[in-house]
């Protein structure tokens, strides 16, 4: 399993330093070298960051995709037994579903290190989206094929505890920029003042 590595200790390519460019002068160098210097480091930030945004909504995105895909998987078992109405086929769905289990809690373990290991920095600008997904991997949980006195569904409720916390400061950063989601249609029908 690939872990969450920051890439702040990497030098981002693209971006010029210009601290092996400057010649040598005193400690009393002039103001343009120095403002040189903030700019390409602040320039430097900045793409470090985005590169951090993209980074975590890659990772988010990778995750879904797979939970997206063992979902296909267990909704096509599942039809495939729909046909034949015997214990025998009801049976082989749920030796099926717990099977997937294992997959499907580890998909939901590796989305819920990301969102402690990602600074909430990074994760905000992805927006709605990202919280779309986070609560699509979450919502699988709720269909765990084990009885409520087993260990996998005693785990499956502290991971959507889990989710609902991270969910709920995710959805918080979202409601204060609704406001500037009008668009032309709404506009047109606001009554006229």
């Known amino acids: 399993m690939r872990q969450w590595a920051s890439s702040e200790g990497y030098d981002i390519c693209g971006t010029t330093s210009y601290e ?9 160098g002039s103001p ?4 040189r210097t903030t700019e390409s480091e602040h320039c430097s930030k900045v793409i470090q960051g985005q590169a951090e945004i993209m980074r975590a909504n890659i990772h988010v ?7 997206l895909l063992l979902e296909k998987v267990e909704a096509a078992v599942q039809d495939s037994a729909l046909g034949n ?3 025998a086929a009801c049976e082989e769905v749920s030796v099926a579903l717990k099977a997937n289990w294992a997959e499907r809690e580890d998909i939901c373990r590796q989305m819920l290190h990301l969102l402690h290991s990602i600074p909430y920095t990074y994760l905000e600008p992805n927006g709605l989206y990202l ?3 986070v609560r699509d991997v979450a919502v699988t949980l709720l269909n765990c094929p084990f009885e409520a006195h087993e260990r996998p569904a005693r785990r499956a409720v502290e991971y959507m505890r889990d989710f609902t916390r991270a969910l709920s400061r995710l959805d918080r950063s979202e409601t204060v920029n609704t406001n500037s989601l009008k668009s032309w249609v709404d506009v047109d029908r606001e009554p006229a003042a």
């Open 85 to 87: 109405s015997s214990a």
């Open 32 to 35: 343009v070298e120095h403002s």
């Open 61 to 67: 995105t990778h995750l879904w995709l797979q939970s």
């Open 20 to 28: 092996s460019d400057r010649p040598g002068m005193s400690n009393y």
């Open 131 to 133: 919280a779309y997904k």
